[in-house]
């Protein structure tokens, strides 16, 4: 059973930066494509940014491209999401996924995703 933990959330200022965090086994990493979404209240689960477990290559939304990096250390187990430049439209519960596919070919969808952990809020204030 893969099992995904988020950490890092909480209160910052627009314009400042935060490193979310999600703890798995270096398995999880080494086979798993790894995502990170976000859902705000009333709004739909939206992709953020994903990694491809072999290649390594990372995709991002629109929204965050430039102030957001994905990363992963292996050694570790982490999966990391550096947010800096964060602005009041990053307020949400941050996710991290894990999805069977590698390459995660359909990275920004949820439904490509396996695995999710139980969450992260992140509140950015103006």
């Known amino acids: 059973q893969v099992q995904v933990v988020e950490s890092g959330g909480g209160l910052v200022q627009a314009g400042g930066s935060l490193r979310l965090s999600c703890a798995a086994s270096?398995?999880?990493?080494?086979?798993?494509?790894m995502g990170w979404f976000r859902q705000a209240p009333g709004k739909e689960r939206e992709f953020v940014a994903a990694?491809?477990?072999?290649?390594?290559?990372?995709y991002y939304a629109d929204s965050v491209k430039g102030r957001f990096t994905i990363s992963k250390d292996i050694t570790k187990n982490t999966l990391w999401l550096q947010m800096n430049n964060v602005k009041p439209e990053d307020t949400a519960v941050y996710y991290c996924a894990a999805s069977r596919d590698s390459g995660v070919y359909y990275f920004s969808l949820p439904g490509s995703y396996d695995y999710w952990g139980q969450g992260t809020q992140v509140t950015v204030s103006s």
């Open positions: 990694i491809a477990a072999i290649s390594g290559t990372t």
């Open positions: 270096a398995h999880t990493f080494n086979f798993y494509g």
